[in-house]
């Protein structure tokens, strides 16, 4: 039996992650400051502990690890990334789990880790139309992220391939391109366009209005969880390190992602334009590399995981109110 470590199991993409390596036959150790706010993990073994402290990272680095998926990460959406107001916690913070994981990993002779970048790295600069035909994984450099989250990967993806290349540490490197689906943050501050747009069609009555920030037309392309997975997954079993581009090339507006939402809930919704924190005007992920190095690149219909999303949230919604009731 294949022994993982995932670092980052309590949130979004950790915890599926954690269903997948299980139902794949791993044993699987799961670690995070805190526990998966929406689902039981079955975690062979869970830690509760901050990898900000090298004395967790060194107790959960064990020998005999077959693999580790890095994913601990301080983030959020566009409302906690670009405000600039965490700016330092989320640089810091980072970067200390990136530093103790991988010190680690090196120590104890690890087979193979994975680490888990963002298309936040590429320059700010070649994002400004909203027609961005597409991110080349070559396009990194010259370096120019949009904020220091993207800064922050982008140190994290060449101090992976430093050990790589000075310890002989198997290393795979992906940058995702805003994953999406249920039992994510959909609310609080931290959550991403899909899902906050999802929760507030599905608070809006009918006929309602909802609030978008700018004018609505800066593009995303987004990633729904199973895809991101597959693409993980099939990573790891590779010799290629990456990075690779882990992301749909499937690109909307987010205007176009809110009507999408209101067509799922079937609710006549007015847009609502106001000021509010944006990123760059167009991010799209250019699948070209992966299709070549892994024969494969995601394929299925943003409409598919809105419809999923969208359906949990709601539930979500609805077993609030009834709590309250």
Not at 52 to 60: G, I, K, L
Request: hydrophobic share 35%; proline share 5%; net charge negative.
């Amino acid at each position: 039996m294949k022994k993982a470590l995932v670092c980052g199991a309590g949130g979004f993409i950790g915890g599926h992650l954690v269903k997948r390596l299980k139902a794949e036959g791993y044993w699987v150790r799961g670690v995070d400051i805190k526990g998966h706010e929406f689902s039981e993990l079955p975690c062979d073994e869970f830690v509760l502990g901050d990898l900000r402290d090298p004395t967790v990272a060194a107790s959960v680095v064990s020998d005999g690890l077959d693999e580790i998926y890095q994913l601990a990460a301080d983030m959020g959406g566009a409302g906690y990334i670009f405000t600039g107001e965490h700016d330092a916690d989320v640089m810091h913070n980072s970067a200390l789990c990136n530093l103790n994981i991988l010190h680690e990993a090196m120590r104890k002779h690890a087979r193979k880790i994975f680490y888990s970048s963002s298309a936040c790295i590429y320059p700010e600069g070649i994002q400004t139309d909203p027609n961005n035909p597409g991110l080349k994984e070559e396009f990194a450099y010259p370096a120019q992220p949009d904020s220091e989250y993207g800064w922050e990967k982008l140190f994290s993806e060449r101090l992976y391939l430093s050990y790589r290349r000075n310890y002989g540490l198997e290393v795979h490197v992906a940058r995702f391109h805003n994953i999406f689906g249920p039992e994510g943050t959909w609310q609080g501050g931290k959550e991403k366009a899909p899902a906050a747009i999802c929760r507030k069609v599905a608070e809006a009555s009918n006929p309602g209005r909802i609030e978008i920030w700018g004018d609505g037309e800066q593009t995303r392309s987004f990633l729904f969880i199973d895809e991101c997975l597959e693409g993980v997954r099939r990573l790891m079993d590779s010799d290629f390190p990456g990075p690779f581009n882990i992301g749909s090339d499937e690109m909307v507006s987010i205007n176009e992602l809110a009507r999408m939402a209101a067509c799922i809930a079937d609710k006549s919704i007015q847009l609502e334009h106001i000021p509010g924190p944006l990123g760059v005007r167009g991010r799209n992920s250019e699948n070209t590399l992966i299709k070549q190095r892994l024969g494969w690149a995601p394929s299925q219909p943003l409409r598919v995981g809105m419809e999923k999303t969208y359906a949990w949230i709601d539930g979500q919604i609805k077993r609030q109110s009834s709590n309250c009731a």
